[in-house]
């Protein structure tokens, strides 16, 4: 059984710039979640996808933007980059119905984004 | 608003020397409280998932309790290997999202 996997590890990006992260949930889970992690502190939820649909967001701008695809792999867009967007990214997958259940969350290994 | 709190912030034990991590919770209608592991620069590794006051699981020398207003980890004879950060989440309400404490950091010296 394989995994979460994100892409890339690290990134460094200039401030205004855009970027693209990836994720590919675990096999078998169809609900993506993404999390932003700043150094020192817990993961913050910033969206969460079902079924290719937004199923839930957290306290971010609209420049925070994702997509979920047919295989249930995920993509997280920030555009006009701030250098608070510094952290680690994160991407997490469950089974069932985005949300309602009390389903466990699994962590892939995370894509450290820094700003300049 | 949904509030957790993780103490200590930082844990330093000698090998053999247990103790125990809290985590207290302010929220309404709780789902589910869930514990991780992270190691530095790399994605949570789930621990356990709690659901009502007074269940308890446990795992090799990790057992985590739930009660009303908070859970606690107890960690029996640490290693050097169980040096980590540790999380607790809580999923509450009809939300999607897992709200984090900011974590206690665990040093074991051997």
């Known amino acids: 059984e394989t995994g979460v996997t994100q892409s890339p590890t690290h990134l460094i990006k200039t401030r205004g710039q855009q970027v693209t992260l990836r994720c590919s949930s675990q096999?078998?889970?169809?609900?993506v979640s993404w999390y932003q992690q700043a150094l020192g502190q817990g993961p913050q939820f910033i969206f969460q996808?079902?079924?290719?649909?937004?199923?839930g967001r957290g306290n971010f701008p609209p420049r925070f933007s994702g997509l979920q695809f047919p295989n249930y792999s995920s993509e997280l867009n920030v555009n006009a980059l701030e250098l608070d967007d510094s952290a680690l990214y994160l991407c997490a997958s469950s089974p069932g119905v985005g949300g309602f259940f009390q389903e466990t969350q699994y962590f892939g290994p995370g894509t450290r984004l820094l700003v300049l | 608003e949904d509030q957790v709190t993780q103490s200590p912030e930082a844990l330093r034990l000698q090998e053999g020397e247990s103790s125990s991590l809290n985590c207290s919770y302010t929220?309404?209608?709780?789902?589910?409280l869930f514990w991780y592991r992270q190691d530095p620069g790399k994605g949570p590794e789930f621990l356990f998932t709690l659901y009502s006051a007074g269940e308890e699981k446990e795992k090799e020398r990790l057992k985590a309790t739930l009660t009303k207003k908070e859970s606690f980890l107890h960690i029996t004879a640490p290693k050097p290997e169980d040096s980590a950060t540790y999380l607790c989440?809580?999923?509450?309400?009809?939300?999607?999202?897992?709200?984090f404490g900011k974590g206690t950091s665990l040093l074991v010296t051997p």
């Open positions: 996808y079902y079924r290719e649909e937004e199923n």
């Open positions: 929220v309404s209608g709780l789902r589910g």
């Open positions: 096999s078998g889970h169809n609900t």
């Open positions: 989440a809580v999923q509450a309400g009809s939300g999607y999202a897992l709200n």
